[in-house]
């Protein structure tokens, strides 16, 4: 096992975290707007729209964390340094199971972002 330095530890476990709270939100966001707040109710389209910009953030937010997670994950199979990043990526995206989930969780998120902001 790789021994990171403290501070790269300190960044993965931040992403990680982030990652983890977006992906909260944009579940509890889903439940309640499909769920829990009725279809007929008028007087909630403010609501509605607030919580589906909310959403959106929180779709992006899970975006900037998931790019961050194929940083740290490169980095690490890759065994260098950041500037070995850059050369690995089309690698680890196209030769490994990792990179395969990663391109298809993208997909994902990019047609949930745009459902998202699309109006009701």
Known sequence: MIALPLHELFLATIVRWLGLMALAAVIGCLVLDLLVLPREAGELAVARRRLRMLSAIAIAVLMVATAGELLARTRTMSGGDLAGVRAALP?????THFGTIWMARVAALSL???FSLLPS
Do not use: G, N, P
């Not at 690698?91 to 030769?95: A, D």
């Open 91 to 95: 690698l680890v995206l196209t030769r």
């Open 112 to 114: 949930l972002l745009l």
